[in-house]
T-cell receptor
Framework: DAGVIQSPRHEVTEMGQEVTLRCKPI?????LFWYRQTMMRGLELLIY????????DSGMPEDRFSAKMPNASFSTLKIQPSEPRDSAVYFC????????????FGAGTRLSVL | DAKTTQPPSMDCAEGRAANLPCNHS???????VYWYRQIHSQGPQYIIH???NNETNEMASLIITEDRKSSTLILPHATLRDTAVYYC???????????FGTGTSLTVIP
């Protein structure tokens, strides 16, 4: 299995631009999580889905952030408009049916907003 | 918020056992203890988890005290590749809300 696949690995953009991060979970997994990691705040859960339905988005920092999961094999995290404080590493993780207890993480997307 | 307390950093000599402690004094009866690690510039990696019994797998052993208020992750023969940040997390087995805290930065010294 290829594991959780995230793209792009690195993204550099200018303030005000729209940014879209992509994630392909492990086949057969029905939970999908988006995290953000910064030096100041560590690893934070932003939102998670179960069977393509958002279950808890209380970690999404503000309305500029949105996440979708149109099907079981694809999810996006969008930031519009982006700001320098959004610079971070964004991780996607997935879990098999039965609960999110063991989460398998992708390699992350390092976002730099100038 | 993270429900666990870990030392910020530890060193371990290569080939020796690394014992990483974690305090979780407010753990609930239905909460498991999970350990993950994050090697620099990579995503977190699952290591092991347990409820109340000690657990062992190919990566590590997990020792949970009888009152479940603390646990220790043991890497029996640490290698340089074990240098990473280790996170101790408590969560129900449905496990959907993981709070990673600050973890312990383990450095394995040659």
């Amino acid at each position: 299995d290829a594991g959780v696949i995230q793209s792009p690995r690195h993204e550099v953009t200018e303030m005000g631009q729209e940014v879209t991060l992509r994630c392909k979970p492990i086949s057969g997994h029905d939970y999908l999580f988006w995290y953000r990691q910064t030096m100041m705040r560590g690893l934070e859960l932003l939102i998670y889905f179960n069977n393509n339905v958002p279950i808890d988005d209380s970690g999404m920092p503000e309305d500029r952030f949105s996440a979708k999961m149109p099907n079981a094999s694809f999810s996006t995290l969008k930031i519009q408009p982006s700001e320098p404080r959004d610079s971070a590493v964004y991780f996607c993780a997935s879990s098999p049916p039965g609960g999110g207890s063991i989460q398998y993480f992708g390699a992350g997307t390092r976002l730099s907003v100038l | 918020d993270a429900k666990t307390t870990q030392p910020p950093s530890m060193d371990c000599a290569e080939g020796r056992a690394a014992n990483l402690p974690c305090n979780h004094s407010t753990i609930s009866g239905n909460e498991y203890v999970y350990w993950y690690r994050q090697i620099h510039s990579q995503g977190p990696q699952y290591i092991i988890h347990g409820l109340k019994n000690n657990e062992t797998n190919e990566m590590a052993s997990l020792i949970i005290t009888e009152d479940r208020k603390s646990s220790t992750l043991i890497l029996p023969h640490a290698t340089l590749r074990d240098t990473a940040v280790y996170y101790c997390i408590v969560s129900p087995n449905t496990g959907n809300q993981f709070y990673f805290g600050t973890g312990t930065s383990l450095t394995v010294i040659p």
